[in-house]
Every structure is written in structure tokens, then in C-alpha cells.
């Protein structure tokens, strides 16, 4: 099953070269749990890896439901049935994992005796809905932001497309997009206006990872999906200048902004805003000559192929159910540098095998039922 995978002709490399470069980058970031005391250039660097992973998995996933959702919504037909199919497709990829190891997460704080708040609020996807999350679960932030942009755009598409009866449903459907990610700006706005931002933590917290106001990293990947599909030649003949632009970007995003005052206390506060909608920008400009990188035959293909495959595996099991657990049962903070390279290693092999398993054994048997439910 996972060789034919990793063979399938219909998957672009390039795109799975960019799952697996977040999910390593998340992956990688964690590890500073096992070394908090570190603050060398290789730590700042892995949180860096820890943000930007996550915006790449936002925007990506954006680009490719922005896709089908596009293709939908310019049919005749579209209606209740399109966007009922298009939520069920993404409910069968994304709801199993996540309940199963939600569940796990529970069983495992009912054991050590933690106690959870507000846990009703993670089967609605809505524990970070407008505000700070409990500390529960962490990581599950991010999936509360993608179902949320799932259900949104499709239905107000649904919703508003029969009032205004456009002639070009292609024009509307960006017209609707830039409307959502001004609002989502004017929203980061009010949002400092009101409460005020002193320090990176609390901007990581109140802003980065809340749900009303992180849709629009979603939205910027759906964005480049409707360039895609309607300026086809534009995309293609553009690729390496886009490219050369992310690199530009992401350079400015490791190095500059922060030199300019974006971690320094009361300076440039407008940049706590428009940081979130730069790094989107700047990740979509990958996709262009991403998008296009069909195959690789070289020995490169099958590991990064197999990462980007269980790449949501990893991410839902890998800090909160395998790193906690680890860390419960064998602290590390007396560890000597050795010591804690061995964990390290454990740590990582540990999570790539449970990954897989995880993947071959619930994860692809239920993407299975989905293509036969289709039939």
C-alpha cells in the first residue's frame, strides 16, 4: 500500500517537498523542550522553523481546497449538494486522526491527573475560537483554524452567490476573497486597538494562534489557487521570478523584521499585524514553481514523499502524545548533553515509526472509505 503511494504518478513532488519541509520544521522546533536552556543561533532558528511550519501547512492547504472548491463553485450546478461533498471529502481526511488522538490526549491527562478546561470546545473546533486556548492539546490550534476556513468560504459562497446573481462567478469568488482578507486585516487591527500588544508571547497567543483571525492564511492560499486556475501562462512563465521572491521574503521574515523592531517592545506596532499576512504572501510565492515540480527520479523522491505522507500523522502525535509522555516519564533537565542527544534520537525515531503505523494501520484505511463513499 505505501509503495504504491509512493509511486503514485498523480502526486507533485514539488508540493510534497513543501509538507515535508513544514512538518520537519515543526518536528524540529519541539526539540527545544528537551533543550530549554539553549538560546544559540540554531535554537532562535528552530523557533522560527516551529512558526513557519504551520503558515506553510496553512497556505498550502489553502492552495490545493481552493482548487476543487474553485472548479465547484464555477459549475452550474453548484449548490447545498457541492459544498455537503466538499465538507465531507475534508471531514474524512481531517476528523479521524484528530478525534482519535484527541481521545489518546485524554486518556493520557486522565492518567497523570491533569486536569483539562473547557474540553467540550475541542469536538467544535472552537477552543481557540476568539480567544486563548487552554494549554491543552496544543498544537491542535492550527486544525481548528483549517476546519473553520473550510466551512466558512464555501458556505458564504453558497449564501451570497443567489442574492447578487454575478455574471462572472470567477470575478465574485475574488472579490469574496480579497472582502475576507481585509477583514480579517481590519480584525488584527481592532484586535491591537483593544487590547494592546507589550510582548511576542502575548501577540503568539491573543493573535497568531486564534481562529478569527488567522483565517486568512488559509485565504491567501485559496488566493494563489484561483491565479493558478484563471492565469494558468502567467503562473507557469513567472515561476522562477516567484521564486526568487519567497526567497527574498523568507530572508526579510528570518532576518529583517526583527532588526526593525518587530520583537522590540512598543515599536513598529502596525508590523504586529501585517507579520501573519507578509510570511502568507511570501509562502505563496513558492507555489508557482512548486506547483510545477511534477516528479523527481532522483533518491530524493521516496523519503520526502514518505514524510509528506505522514506528515499529519506526526504532527498530531508527535509533541503533546509522544514528547509529553517521554518527557513525563524521563525528565530531562539533569540530563547531560549526551544524554539528552540519545532522547533526542529516541524521540524522533520513536515518532516517525508510531507515525507510520499510525498512517498505514487508521489514517489511509479511512482516506479509503472516502474514495469508496465517492462511488
Not at 481546497?65 to 461533498?85: A, N, P, T, W
Amino acid at each position: 500500500m505505501l509503495k504504491q503511494e509512493l509511486n503514485n504518478p498523480q502526486r507533485i513532488f514539488g508540493l510534497d517537498l513543501m509538507r515535508a519541509v513544514a512538518i520537519l520544521m515543526v518536528l524540529s522546533s519541539h526539540c527545544l523542550w528537551i533543550y530549554p536552556e539553549s538560546n544559540s543561533f540554531i535554537a532562535q532558528l528552530l523557533k522560527l522553523f516551529g512558526f513557519l511550519g504551520v503558515e506553510i501547512f496553512f497556505v498550502l492547504s489553502g492552495f490545493l481546497i481552493g482548487r476543487i472548491l474553485l472548479q465547484s463553485y464555477l459549475k452550474d450546478d453548484f449548490s447545498f449538494s457541492q459544498v455537503r461533498d466538499f465538507l465531507k471529502r475534508r471531514w474524512f481526511r481531517t476528523f479521524p486522526n484528530y478525534f482519535l488522538i484527541l481521545l489518546v490526549n485524554i486518556l493520557i491527562a486522565s492518567v497523570i491527573g491533569y486536569k483539562i478546561e473547557s474540553l467540550w470546545k475541542y469536538f467544535f473546533f472552537v477552543q481557540n475560537f476568539s480567544g486563548v486556548m487552554p494549554a491543552f492539546f496544543p498544537e491542535s490550534w492550527s486544525l481548528a483554524v483549517e476546519e473553520w476556513a473550510y466551512i466558512v468560504l464555501p458556505l458564504l459562497l453558497l449564501l451570497i452567490t443567489p442574492f447578487v446573481a454575478p455574471k462572472n462567478k470567477s470575478k465574485f469568488f475574488i472579490l469574496l476573497l480579497f472582502l475576507l482578507l481585509i477583514i480579517s486585516l481590519l480584525a488584527k487591527i481592532i484586535c491591537y486597538q483593544n487590547t494592546g500588544y507589550t510582548n511576542l508571547d502575548i501577540w503568539n497567543t491573543s493573535l497568531k494562534a486564534v481562529v478569527i483571525y488567522r483565517l486568512d492564511a488559509i485565504f491567501y492560499g485559496v488566493l494563489a489557487s484561483w491565479i493558478y486556475c484563471q492565469h494558468q501562462n502567467f503562473w507557469k512563465r513567472n515561476k522562477s521570478f516567484f521564486l526568487v521572491v519567497g526567497v527574498l521574503c523568507f530572508l526579510f521574515i528570518a532576518f529583517g523584521i526583527g532588526k526593525i523592531g518587530f520583537t522590540a517592545e512598543g515599536q513598529n506596532k502596525y508590523l504586529y499585524m501585517a507579520h501573519l499576512p507578509i510570511v502568507s504572501v511570501s509562502i505563496s510565492f513558492f507555489l508557482p514553481f512548486l506547483s510545477g515540480w511534477k516528479s523527481e527520479k532522483s533518491k530524493l523522491k521516496r523519503p520526502v514523499v514518505f514524510v509528506s505522507l505522514i506528515s499529519y500523522s506526526i504532527y498530531l502525535l508527535h509533541y503533546s502524545v509522544i514528547l509529553q509522555l517521554m518527557k513525563y516519564f524521563m525528565p530531562t533537565e539533569d540530563y547531560s548533553m549526551l544524554q539528552k542527544q540519545v532522547f533526542t534520537f529516541i524521540y524522533l525515531l520513536l515518532t516517525i515509526i508510531l507515525s507510520y503505523g499510525l498512517y498505514i494501520w487508521y489514517e489511509k484505511p479511512m482516506m479509503d472509505l472516502r474514495e469508496k463513499s465517492k462511488k
